[in-house]
């Protein structure tokens, strides 16, 4: 799920309650991020208060953890959820109508099929 950071103040001490109404989650979803290293400001005070900046960093560090890096000739299966090759003789290259770019460059976009589930895959170049 993506989270919209501009909305977490840095400098702010949130309660969970206050950061499951800010990012529209449920509470424990805000008890599990705790348990999964989320800093508390006073561990072991009640009521449990995180601090913005905090949170933006954990947060952060949950995306960067899910990202993949891509090289020139892979795609994302999102059936096998990671980088694969296209299956030989699958891709096919389709122009998508835009100009990109400060060359203004044609954008295009490959299709393909994923080598190891087949399922259909494409990229932007």
């Not at 109404?21 to 989320?38: A, H, P, Q």
């Not at 995306?63 to 999102?78: G, H, M, P, T």
Request: net charge positive; charged share 30%.
């Amino acid at each position: 799920m993506t989270y919209n950071l501009s909305k977490i103040r840095g400098k702010t001490a949130y309660t969970t309650r206050e950061i499951s109404e800010l990012l529209k989650v449920n509470r424990k979803t805000i008890l599990r991020w705790l348990k999964e290293g989320l800093l508390l400001l006073a561990p072991n005070k009640t009521p449990k208060l995180v601090m913005g900046y905090d949170l933006k960093a954990f947060i952060q560090a949950k995306r960067d953890s899910r990202r993949v890096k891509l090289n020139w000739n892979e795609f994302y299966c999102l059936k096998c959820k990671k980088a694969v090759l296209a299956k030989r003789g699958s891709e096919h290259t389709e122009k998508t109508g835009k100009n990109i770019g400060l060359e203004n460059r044609e954008q295009e976009i490959i299709y393909a099929k994923c080598k190891g589930c087949s399922t259909p895959v494409a990229r932007f170049i």
